[in-house]
């Protein structure tokens, strides 16, 4: 007989679509080959159903936007410098893309990477009996971190328990990190993913915790 996972339900195989789809897109740059996948039919059957929730809509709707028109290697090219610029290049015209420096902010300017929340990530992956890919030399506290954990949790865990580790970790500063995406992104794209992220975040912790509630 085989053992079933009572987590594994259709609504959280598509909740980790959504948060793999997430840290995808925060972990690199856009080249040819993710935007023949982002731009399949598939993915646009996807992103069809994310955008009949009115909250994801618009977010949605720049993001298809943007994609739709990178007909060119130089399109491509200055997205990726997009990219480049907002995440990978620190500074005040830049969005750094870490947990710590969010939920540190009294202490910012002495907050390092590679720090303590960066080792706490790195404790919490490996529970799961997860580490860090040797081609992805970010801090474990790095946004597409956290949100790759959260995707494969989410047929893994109960509710409360996903709650319990997606309020602090990433609900509790992604409207800030928003917020400074929208302020120094020079395009459209990166502004609409952050504010996807947070509404879509804050949108799950209330359906965890809805869901929680019910089955005490």
Known sequence: MHSTNR???PQNQARGKVYALLSDLFAREIDSQSLQRLTSPEAQAFFDLLAADPQLATSIGQLRQKLSS???????LELAADYCSL????GKLSANPYASLYLSQAEQANTLLFGEQHQSMLETLAQSQLQLHKDFPEPADHIAVILAYVAHQACQRDDASQLAFIAPNLNAWLASFADQVAKVDKGTFYGALAQLTKLWVQADCEALCEH????Q
Not at 212 to 215: I, V
Request: cysteine-free.
């Open 87 to 90: 995440f990978l290049v620190g």
């Open 212 to 215: 929680s509630s019910k089955n």
């Open 7 to 9: 987590h594994d339900t």
């Open 70 to 76: 990178l007909n060119s290697e130089r399109e491509l």
